[in-house]
């Protein structure tokens, strides 16, 4: 029985979460279940061994495990509780029709919840994690100003662009500012990001964001969403709040893997279809270092776009890569009326926070 047999047959949504998102489902579920204010903790694990191990690598017998005897985060890492205070809207923002667009973002550091309750000292674009989502028409001139707000140097990179990055792509320093123009040649669904080094530090405190660029001749009408897929790397800081881990980030063991940088907030809120409404999902993948391998538990992905230009097409896939730096457009349609978690099917990371739900309805 896989996964989704088992949550059309047998399972009611607290334990189907409970699969899909593993030890970090169990959140959900803890709310699920009415508890307010309890949250299941995310983060390392005891490992089962021999046949315990075994049997808890079936998802059947996953499935009839409680979620009560979900073990703690390990000592020291962050622990999720509550809910989130804010949500970040995946909704694609509406189109400019005007072809000469003028963009500012302002790098700035931000207090960010990363889970519930756990709030991080962020480096950003714009105060949020990821940044504005940036949306764009192919052929469109770009008129960019990056304002440095922050601490320390830092600069913009844009995956849809094609300009020198020894000059539009330098650091700037505090209250500095940097201009340039650039037009949008490829459509596709982009990464952003601040460039300066480490770049692995930078990316991983919070700088970076998703650029939607439409081609030219526009998509079919569609319901459209934005996820930044992620991770996070924690120490506790002096203020009692989180700092970014470089020894962590370099060992690429995160405290959470995410969506639109907080996890499991699509849970909380989950995202609305309709039955056989078409969605599009506009994913890119922030990293800054592991792959996601994109999937929509009890869906199938019509058609996808690798990089989200409409010229690249793969039909009737279950699953898709997508590298750090990459990006994938997802189309498909839900017939039947339910629940349906997105995920890495990383389930290592999955069970750190990437599970969100489309809720058809
Ligand atoms: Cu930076
Ligand atoms: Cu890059």
Not at 120 to 136: E, H, I, M, Q
Not at 180 to 195: D, E, L, Q, S
Not at 216 to 234: D, F, I
């Amino acid at each position: 029985m896989n996964t989704t047999e088992v949550l059309r047959t047998a399972m009611g949504r607290r334990r189907f979460l409970g699969i899909a998102g593993g030890v970090a489902a169990a959140g959900a579920v803890t709310a699920a279940c009415g508890t307010a204010g309890e949250y299941e903790p995310i983060g390392p694990t005891k490992a089962p061994s021999g046949n315990a191990a075994q049997a808890a690598a079936s998802p059947t017998a996953m499935a009839s495990s409680d979620h009560g005897a979900m073990p703690p985060a390990g000592a020291g890492r962050p622990s999720p509780s509550g809910k989130l205070a804010s949500i970040y809207d995946a909704a694609l923002p509406p189109l400019d029709p005007n072809p000469n667009k003028v963009i500012v973002l302002e790098a700035k550091d931000a207090l960010i919840e990363a889970a519930a309750g756990v709030k991080v000292n962020a480096w950003s674009f714009g105060g949020t994690v990821p940044g504005p989502v940036v949306r764009v028409r192919q052929g469109d001139t770009i008129d960019f100003t990056l304002r440095n707000r922050g601490t320390m140097g830092h600069s913009i990179d844009f995956h849809a662009a094609q300009t020198p990055w020894n000059i539009n792509y330098k650091t700037i320093l505090p209250n500095e500012e940097i201009h340039f123009t650039w037009k949008a040649n490829y459509p596709g669904a982009f990464m952003y990001h601040c460039g300066t080094g480490p770049v692995l530090q930078h990316i991983a405190n919070g700088m970076y964001g998703a650029i939607i660029v439409d081609p030219a001749e526009g998509w079919r009408p569609a319901r459209e969403y934005v996820l930044v897929e992620s991770e996070w790397y924690l120490t506790k800081g002096a203020d009692g709040n989180w700092d970014g881990d470089f020894a962590r980030m370099q060992a690429a063991t995160p405290d959470f893997v995410v969506f639109n940088g907080a996890a499991l907030q699509y849970q909380q809120q989950p995202l609305a279809a309709a039955p056989g409404e078409l969605i599009r999902l506009h994913v890119v993948n922030a990293g800054p270092t592991l792959f996601s391998a994109f999937h929509t538990i009890g869906a199938i992905f019509d058609r996808v776009y690798p990089d989200g230009n409409p010229a690249n097409v793969l039909r009737g896939m279950q699953t898709y890569t997508i590298p750090p730096g990459g990006g994938a457009t997802f189309e498909l349609e839900i017939p039947d009326v339910g629940q349906y978690p997105f995920v890495t099917h990383s389930f290592a990371y999955t069970g750190l926070g990437a599970v969100g739900i489309i809720d058809v309805k």
